[in-house]
């Protein structure tokens, strides 16, 4: 109580370097499920929050491989804790002897999808390549580091950019979603009437800060 996940723990067998499995978009959420019942439990994407995008080091040497979340997430200590990760460095894996460890259980605590044509859709998850979903009987061997919650309001948001497709000439894409919190304690006070747009450009884009 009163505390928040800061760092998270994979334990690596370091048979190779993940060179080629290094960029990491990390979500986590609550969820009151124990177990997944098909390859289509997914927990939805609304119910999970971004917190990290970036580079993960894979050593060529075993040990536990720390990622520093860029936003903390405060666990509520009464649902099940639910881990998502969308990786997508391009090329395939360096090799396929390096892996992390992990727990077997009777039950399906887990959901793999790969796919070695193009990147996954976080929000979708479905088939695009080769493989189908896959129950998993197990969980990754993890470790959490908790941190105490600031006791100021402290103002965060994810996902830290947007990448918008090419258009035709004269219309518009579809809108992006950047969801901002507030990671500490106290009120965070937002003026939405000051918000403005800047860089290059700005006049081709905008914003709705009605929600």
Do not use: C
Request: glycine share 8%.
């Amino acid at each position: 109580s009163g505390q928040r996940i800061e760092k998270l723990y994979y334990n690596w067998n370091g048979l190779a370097a993940g060179t080629n499995t290094k960029d990491w978009t990390i979500y986590m959420g609550h969820t009151t499920k124990t177990a997944f019942s098909s390859t289509t439990d997914w927990v939805p994407y609304d119910n999970l929050t971004e917190v990290f995008d970036g580079e993960v080091t894979l050593p060529e040497s075993p040990g536990w491989v720390e990622i520093i979340l860029s936003a903390p997430f405060i666990y509520n200590n009464t649902d099940n804790l639910v881990i998502a990760i969308n990786e997508y460095t391009p090329g395939y894996a360096t090799s396929s002897s390096a892996k992390f460890f992990g727990t077997s259980f009777a039950a399906n605590r887990g959901l793999h999808l790969q796919n070695d044509s193009s990147a996954y859709n976080p929000a979708s998850p479905a088939p695009v390549g080769y493989e189908s979903p896959s129950l998993v009987a197990g969980i990754a061997n993890i470790k959490l580091q908790f941190g105490e919650i600031p006791a100021v309001p402290t103002f965060a948001y994810s996902p830290t950019s947007l990448t918008f497709n090419n258009v035709v000439s004269g219309t518009s894409s579809g809108w992006q979603n950047v969801t901002v919190r507030n990671l500490g304690q106290g009120t965070l006070n937002l003026y939405l009437s000051n918000l403005s747009l800047m860089g290059d450009n700005p006049e081709y884009f905008e914003f709705d800060a009605s929600n």
